[in-house]
């Protein structure tokens, strides 16, 4: 008879992932990840409804990033929603792409809610690399709230899928994927992929 099963999910890397080196193009760390669209719902600065999330590099292949909630990102009442903290978690364990220096899109994000998050609160988002298996990066995040060494409101576990560029210009609405090539400085943080439109 075997032993105990260790489980796994599709989020937990194999025992053959890899930790890769930051990628020469990653941002420093401790400085300011810019956003990577001006209209994205997790980083755009402008967006008005949306999370305008700010990330910072880390050290090794992780980051650091802040959402406030606002009114408009609700749920029950005076509480964010539960997807709109998803998504936070999500645009922040994205950014861990720019260190790695491809782009990837999320293949699954599995979450745990661990306690209610208020309007007005800050949370304090760390998330990091976990493994990498040839396009598939695995990653987890957790989320606190009072402070960066608050307690934890959510976590999750990610795994991402490293795409080629033609992923968004094949895909995207042609008016906005027009819009973007028109302005290659909408799609500042694209350069570290050594965009050539
Ligand atoms: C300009 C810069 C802007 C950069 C902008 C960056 C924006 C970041 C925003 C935050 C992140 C997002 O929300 S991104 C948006 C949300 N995500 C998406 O829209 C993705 C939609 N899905 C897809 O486009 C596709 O399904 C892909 C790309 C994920 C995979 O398609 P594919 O490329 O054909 O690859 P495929 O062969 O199917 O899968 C490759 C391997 O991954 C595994 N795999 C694939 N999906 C899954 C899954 N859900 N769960 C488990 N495993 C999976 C497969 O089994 C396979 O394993 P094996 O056989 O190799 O073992």
Redesign the pocket.
């Known amino acids: 008879m075997n032993g105990p099963s260790i489980p796994t999910t ?1 989020t937990t890397p194999p025992a053959d992932a890899v930790l890769p080196e930051r990628s020469p193009l990653a941002p420093a760390p401790g400085t300011l990840i810019g956003s ?2 001006d209209e994205c719902f ?1 980083c755009g600065p402008h967006h008005p409804q949306g999370l305008q999330l700010t990330a910072v590099a880390g050290e090794h292949l992780d980051v650091t990033a802040r959402f406030t909630v606002k009114p408009a990102h609700q749920g029950g009442p005076g509480l964010a929603h539960g997807g709109v903290l998803v998504s936070a978690l ?2 922040t364990l ?1 950014t861990l792409n720019w260190l790695l220096g491809a ?1 990837a ?4 994000l599995e979450t745990d809610f661990v306690r209610p998050v208020p309007v007005d609160s800050v949370l304090h988002i760390h998330a990091r690399v976990t493994g990498v298996h ?3 990066v695995y990653s987890a995040a957790e989320g606190r709230i009072g402070g960066p060494d608050g307690p934890v409101a959510i976590r999750a576990q990610a ?1 991402f ?1 490293q ?1 080629k ?1 033609e ?2 210009t094949t895909h995207g609405r042609p008016e906005d994927v027009r819009k973007i090539l028109d302005d290659p400085d909408q ?1 500042k943080r ?1 350069r570290a ?1 050594e ?1 050539n439109p």
């Open positions: 599709p990577h669209y997790g999500d645009e994205g782009p899109v999320t293949g699954r040839g396009r598939k795994l899928i795409v560029l992923h968004f799609i694209a992929f965009v």
